[in-house]
């Protein structure tokens, strides 16, 4: 069993910063790809970025490739993503998600994250 935790949002204006942390319990988290994904209200869940286990190989969603950066840090059991130059359309709950292999798919993914609120005022 793997438990994730994320951490970091917040409120920012636009054009600003947030580092979201995910922090995993359980000895498998260097075997996981790792993903984050938002739900805004009223929409449906969306991808946002995945890593692979090694963290040689990532993926980004059309709308956050260029200002979100997705890394992970094995030692620590902790996945992280940088967010840059932060929209008010970025205002979402992001969940950390873990499973046995990068996919922009939710459905591809076993571990959940309780979700980590950003909202980006205008």
């Known amino acids: 069993q793997v438990q994730l935790v994320e951490s970091g949002g917040g409120l920012v204006q636009a054009g600003g910063s947030l580092r979201l942390s995910c922090a995993a319990s359980g000895r498998t988290f260097s075997s996981l790809a790792m993903g984050w994904f938002r739900q805004a209200p009223g929409k449906e869940r969306e991808f946002v970025a995945a890593?692979?286990?090694?963290?040689?190989?990532?993926s980004y969603a059309g709308s956050v490739k260029g200002r979100f950066t997705i890394s992970r840090d094995n030692a620590k059991n902790t996945v992280y993503l940088q967010m840059n130059s932060l929209k008010p359309e970025d205002t979402a709950v992001y969940y950390c998600a873990g499973g046995p292999s990068i996919s922009t798919n939710d459905r591809g993914y076993d571990y959940w994250g309780q979700g980590t609120q950003v909202t980006v005022s205008s």
């Open positions: 890593i692979a286990w090694s963290g040689g190989i990532t």
